[in-house]
Nanobody, 115 residues
Framework: QVQLVESGGGLVQPGGSLRLSCAASGSIFSIKVMGWYRQAPGKQRELVAV???????NYADFVKGRFTISRDNAKNTVYLQMNSLKPEDTAVYYC?????????WGKGTLVTVSS
């Protein structure tokens, strides 16, 4: 079993920054993908960014140049640095881990961008 615990969400003004963290524990193997998805009210969950164990990254077009994903393999932790936040970035952000054909999700952390 795998557990994912997110932290770092909150309220921020437009143009501000937040850093999300997600720590994975349990049955973690070396070959895995970690990342972040988000779901805004009334919308489907969508990819934000993912990173492989070799640090290859993939970003959604709407966050390119503003968000940066990184990871600490020794700590099984993934981070999402979010800069230049916009009101449309408001959503629940979910941590994701994929390994050995299984998908795992955190409970989510709310990010609200508002003045």
């Amino acid at each position: 079993q795998v557990q994912l615990v997110e932290s770092g969400g909150g309220l921020v003004q437009p143009g501000g920054s937040l850093r999300l963290s997600c720590a994975a524990s349990g049955s973690i193997f070396s070959i895995k993908v970690m990342g972040w998805y988000r779901q805004a009210p009334g919308k489907q969950r969508e990819l934000v960014a993912v990173i492989t164990s070799g640090s290859d990254t993939n970003y959604a077009d709407f966050v390119k140049g503003r968000f940066t994903i990184s990871r600490d393999n020794a700590k099984n932790t993934v981070y999402l640095q979010m800069n230049s936040l916009k009101p449309e970035d408001t959503a629940v952000y979910y941590c994701y881990l994929g390994q050995r054909g299984m998908n795992y999700w955190g409970k989510g952390t709310l990010v609200t961008v508002s003045s």
